[in-house]
């Protein structure tokens, strides 16, 4: 199970599209291989729970286009879709690296962008 530890939150995006998010936590994710690397569907699902659960809110729609590989330092941008289509850009990226274990953290943008017309 991953382990969450917050770093800082505040309001990313109207109230009727997801409510309050988080603009940064972090988790740690077990992948069991020589090379940790977690997959692109998986990482997704995870930064999803961790804003559900940090935010007392539901589980956003979130798409990662890459699967992260489990070395220090390593980002990738992942996307969050508000249910009014308004998006915003949320970065991961490593902070650690134990064995299977990659520790990373979660930092969504600050500015939402509009639905597209």
Known sequence: ???T????AASILPA?????????CSASVSVGKS???LSAEKL??????????TTGQPKPDIT???D?????????RCKLTASDGSTLGVTVTV????GDDINFDIKADATPSPAAS
């Not at 530890?5 to 800082?8: D, E, G």
């Not at 009727?16 to 940064?24: C, F, M, N, W």
């Open 1 to 3: 199970m991953p382990a």
């Open 5 to 8: 530890r917050l770093s800082a």
């Open 16 to 24: 009727v599209a997801v409510g309050t998010l988080l603009v940064g």
């Open 35 to 37: 090379t940790p690397k």
């Open 44 to 53: 997704a699902t995870t930064v999803s729970e961790k804003l559900a659960a």
């Open 64 to 66: 990662c286009p890459e």
């Open 68 to 76: 992260l590989t489990g070395k220090v330092g390593t980002t990738t």
């Open 95 to 98: 902070s650690s690296v134990d």
